[in-house]
C-alpha cells in the first residue's frame, strides 16, 4: 500500500468514525479491480463523456462494469448499487439529462454529469480536509471507470444482491 493510499484509508476510516460508526474503516484502501481489460475497448479520450453509453458490445461493458463496480465501490454505495450504501446513490448521477427532450441540450446534460463522475471517482471527494471518498486514479483506468458509469446508467440486474 502507498503511502498515500494509507493517508486516503486514514482519511476515508476518521469520517466513517465519526458518521458511520466503523463500517468502512474495515475497507480496503483503493485496489485495482480483477477483471479482464481485454473485455473493455480501448478509450482514447479522458473525461469527455461516457465512450460507451451507445457502444455496440454495451451488454458486456455492463457486466465487466458491473464486476469491477461491486470490487471496488459497493462497500459504500451498496451491492449492485442498491442505494443500501452509507454512501449516495449512484444510479441518479444525471439520470435527469434523459428526461430532456432536445438532443444537443441532452448531451451537454449528460456530458457535464459524465465529467462529474469522472472527475469525483478519480479524484475522490475531500471537504475541509476530510477525505469522504479516496481518489480512484490510481487504481482505475478510464475504461473501468467508464464501465461502471455504463453499468450503472443500465436497468439494475435481474438477480442483483437486495
Ligand atoms: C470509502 C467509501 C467509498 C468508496 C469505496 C467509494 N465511494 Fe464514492 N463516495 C463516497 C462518499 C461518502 C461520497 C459522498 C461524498 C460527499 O459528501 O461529497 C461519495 C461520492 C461519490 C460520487 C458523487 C456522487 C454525488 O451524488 O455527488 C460518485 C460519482 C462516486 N462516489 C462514485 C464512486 C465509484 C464509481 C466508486 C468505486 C470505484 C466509489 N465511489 C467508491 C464513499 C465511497
Given amino acids: 500500500m502507498s503511502m498515500t493510499a494509507r493517508r486516503l484509508l486514514r482519511g476515508a476510516c476518521a469520517l466513517t468514525m465519526a458518521a458511520w460508526a ?44 458491473r464486476s469491477v463496480y461491486n470490487q471496488s ?17 449512484l ?15 441532452r448531451s451537454r446534460c449528460q456530458g457535464d454529469a459524465d465529467h462529474y463522475f469522472y472527475k469525483s471517482v478519480m479524484e ?4 475541509l480536509g476530510v477525505t469522504h471518498m479516496p481518489a480512484w486514479r490510481e487504481a482505475l483506468t478510464p475504461e473501468a471507470l467508464w464501465a461502471v458509469r455504463t453499468f450503472l ?3 439494475a440486474p435481474a438477480d442483483a444482491r437486495p
Fill in 153 to 155: 446508467e443500465a436497468p
Fill in 73 to 89: 465501490c459497493a462497500v459504500c454505495h451498496g451491492a449492485d448499487a442498491n442505494r443500501l450504501g452509507p454512501a449516495p446513490a
Fill in 91 to 105: 444510479r441518479i448521477v444525471g439520470r435527469f439529462c434523459q428526461r430532456i427532450a432536445d438532443v444537443s441540450l
Fill in 124 to 127: 475522490g471527494k475531500v471537504k
Fill in 22 to 65: 466503523g463500517f468502512v474503516c474495515a475497507t480496503p484502501s483503493p485496489m485495482p479491480p480483477v477483471f479482464d481489460a481485454a473485455l473493455l475497448p480501448p478509450v482514447t479520450a479522458g473525461m469527455e463523456g461516457n465512450p460507451y453509453r451507445h457502444h455496440p458490445d454495451r451488454a458486456v461493458i455492463v457486466q465487466v462494469g
